[in-house]
């Protein structure tokens, strides 16, 4: 921790204030390893340690744990519902900073569907750092990522990688799945859960939630709930302790070969075709709105529909419940629009 302290102190100051010593490892770094020794530095101070731990007689024992990050200076902070999961009376949720300190935190609401939590510690305002949330809306495939948590419990623990992939979906801790979510290829371990994931600005991209893996560890593929989504949740939790989210209705799957057989589609043809409008298909959404079965939604409110991931993202982030979307679908090829009213989940 010393030496990246003098790293950082040497990228702000200037060289010249300071030691020969100090000189010296300068000169062995990158410019790179510079800009990222200088970014741990900066969103450190940001990033959480959280423990669970249940009673057991007078005492508490640690059951589980993850990562987490300040989000304002009230001490609302960021994690997955999964860290949290459970927590009642006989839980202590412990919080450590990098600093030292160490404090219970309170549950401010849990969200299952987005796998996101916010948690609030009772701190003054000029020690909590809160990060800067970015637009996941503007990521490039390729891009540095850097992730910061606790993996195994191995505490402000940085990992670096890209942005290996846009628009992935993953199924959040209900029936509902997340869209938008980031691949990368940062190395994300039990524990990172609830740790941001950032770019070279230091703004937090994501939300490190899930990983594919055999053996339950870094695989290289990792993802991340995207920020816009973070934001609309956090701040629906901390104002109403719940998120409402609007509800099409359908179930729908990506355009495959065998559909584009069945239907005769144009091999190019890209969208969401309409597997089933959901319980209650007299009621649904889209069924009142005379969406049917098989028709392919191929844009929202002009917002081009390549893939299911897309359509939840954008319907999850874009739209509240009572909302009315334009729907762009092709029938047996003939393309056509529908006005619909989003009910709520």
Do not use: C
Not at 296 to 324: K, M, Q, W
């Amino acid at each position: 921790m010393v030496m990246l302290l003098l790293v950082s102190f040497g990228y702000v100051l200037g060289t010249s204030q300071l030691s020969g010593f100090a000189q010296a490892l300068l000169a062995q770094l990158t410019q790179s390893e510079l800009q990222l020794a200088d970014l741990y530095n900066r969103v450190s101070p940001s990033v959480v340690s959280i423990n669970i731990a249940i009673r057991s007689g007078r005492d508490f024992v640690e059951v589980s744990g993850g990562s987490g990050f300040v989000i304002d200076s009230n001490g609302h902070i960021v994690t997955n519902y999964h860290v949290v999961e459970g927590a009642d009376r006989d839980t202590r949720i412990e919080v450590n900073f990098i600093d030292g300190t160490i404090i219970e935190a309170e549950i401010v609401g849990v969200d299952p569907d987005s796998d996101l939590a916010v948690i609030r510690v009772d701190l003054p305002r000029e020690r909590l750092f809160p990060v800067s949330l970015g637009d996941s809306n503007n990521l490039v495939i390729g891009q540095t990522t850097v992730a910061l948590g606790s993996p195994f419990g191995q505490r402000w623990t940085m990992t670096t990688g890209i942005v290996s992939a846009l628009e992935r979906t993953i199924q959040g801790l209900s029936q509902y799945q997340i869209g938008a979510v980031i691949q990368t290829d940062a190395a994300i371990n039990p524990g990172n859960s609830g740790g941001p994931l950032f770019n070279l600005q230091g703004e937090v991209i994501g939300v490190n939630s899930q990983i594919s893996s055999l053996e339950r560890v870094n695989s290289g593929i990792g993802y991340a709930v995207p920020s816009n989504l973070v934001k609309r949740v956090a701040k629906a939790l901390i104002e109403e302790q719940r998120v409402r989210y609007s509800f099409l209705g359908i179930s729908g799957d990506d355009i495959t070969l065998d559909l584009i057989n069945e239907l005769n589609l144009a091999d190019n043809t890209r969208g969401v075709v309409i597997a089933d409008l959901g319980r209650g298909r007299n009621t649904s959404p889209a069924a009142q709105s005379g969406l049917e079965i098989n028709d392919i939604i191929i844009a929202v409110d002009d917002r081009p529909i390549n893939n299911f991931g897309e359509l939840i993202a954008y319907l999850s982030i874009e739209t509240e419940p009572g909302d009315t979307v334009t729907i762009r679908v092709l029938r047996e090829g003939d393309p056509l629009e529908f006005e619909v009213i989003l009910g709520e989940r």
